[in-house]
């Protein structure tokens, strides 16, 4: 697994877009279309750049992106608002996960 | 908070959504524009906030996503006023709110004048208000314009004005010239008033008092007594009118100033005071009539009364009136009366307390000459105890600033001189002729 993450770092490093984003010097989130998550202390999440969410529960709520889900748990979590280009989780956070990461095409 | 107002101005639906795949039904929402918010799990369902407009549009979602959607609670303006729409009288209530609101936004409410420090607030206003500019006024009617040139003409010391309307209040920045003395040394801003209208003319200084000059420092003018002289009111102390001479030491005309000069004369002040010998002390009975009132123009609204069969009382009282931000005032009081009834004693002052009240009173005098700029050399005043009254009485010897601007009388160049010199001139010019 541990190896496998490497090869995924080491291609997302290298990908042709990521290049790019660095020579052109836009932001990464924009170029690569990547989630880009923004917390502010455990209480409040926000979410740009997904596809959807899978799951939700007050205690846990699976977000589809581009690479993967991202999986947030917590307590009492609530979605403050759920629009096209990004969605608000408010609540107490306890932890953020990423997985079935796949390499970028 | 902008977004909640905004959100309750175009209503909107708290929704319950269960079924088989409510994320989907998200996901879907989110595709199509929906803008959801407020979402919220509760046992296998989600709770959500929704506009009207996104709730209209759910109908294909629903059928695609089989869930089942009640709506919970509606909240927001349009809600409301389809839950009142028979109460008439509320939007009639409504408009006029409105309309009021629109209609008083055209008339100036409150004038705020800023960076004067010599003149006051209240001066300012009662200036403003004989030119016709005052609370209430309508906006159209202000001419900013107008009200500056205005001040800067009645006012010499104010050297910057700016005025201007936001809202409906009118602001009044002025700048007043801190080098200058006193508003009050050159006398009143009416005689600068004068002044300029007077331009061009000459404008002498005469004495106001009959005097003996001391000093004299003459900016502008001829002077026209000596250090030293003995002038009589109405003199002439510094003349507008500067003769030119031609080199034959002839007068050809005058050239006109508005004179100017500090003169410092000494002269005598008489002063005289009297106090009556008794006083009444009032022995206040233990009564008290009280009246409460309140007043709207001239209709007046009564509570108690003041109402007594006593010979003497005293009456005091307390107003209110009301207004709105400082000074816009309305014909609207409120305030209270009280009455309490005395017996009056006819008592004897003594000796002492007669000079105290007298020598306070003359202290109070001098000082308030001294803040005038007059200085006391010397002074006679006496207190003389008669039967019924005491007076004090006596001259003051002072030096003090003499003058006042008077519009000049216009001199004549004396004409009739050259003519007749002119004439000679002729015939000595025909005598030479015929000796010829």
Known sequence: MKAKRQVVSSREEHSFKNRLSELSELPKDVVLGIPMLTMVGQMELNIENYRGIIEYTDSLIRVHTKDGQIRVNGKNLKVEYYTNDEMKVTGHIVSIEYVNLTAPS | MLSRLICYIRGYLRIRIAGYSTERFLNACRHRGIYLWGLQAVSGAYEMNISISGF???????????????????????????????????????????????????????????????????????????????????????????IVKDIRKEYDDIIWVSASIRGTKLYIRVKENEDSPSVSAKGNPKQNGEQEENAGQPVDIVADKSCIIESAVVRNGLFQTKIGAKVKKGDVLVSGQIPVNNDAGEIIGYQYHVSDADIIGKTALKYEDSCLNTYIEKEDYDICKQEYYFKVGNIRFTLGGIQNDYENFTLSGQQWQLKIFDNFFFPVYWGKRWAVPYKPHEKQRRKEDLQQILTERFVRYCEDLEKKGVEIIENDVKIYTGQNESSAKGNLTVRMPIGKEKAAKLLKIPEKKEEAEKETGEKTDGNDGNSH
């Open chain 2, 56 to 146: 209209r549009k759910l109908k294909p979602i629903i059928r695609k996503t089989r869930t089942k959607v009640t709506i919970i609670k509606r909240s927001g303006l349009p809600f409301y006023l389809f839950r009142y729409r028979k109460r008439k009288l509320f939007f009639a209530g409504a408009f006029c709110f409105v309309f009021l609101i629109f209609w008083m936004s055209h008339y100036i409410w409150n004038i705020d004048i800023t960076g004067n420090s010599t003149r006051t607030d209240e001066t300012l206003l009662e200036f403003l208000k004989a030119k016709s500019v005052q609370n209430g006024m309508a906006k159209s009617d202000v001419d900013c314009q107008r």
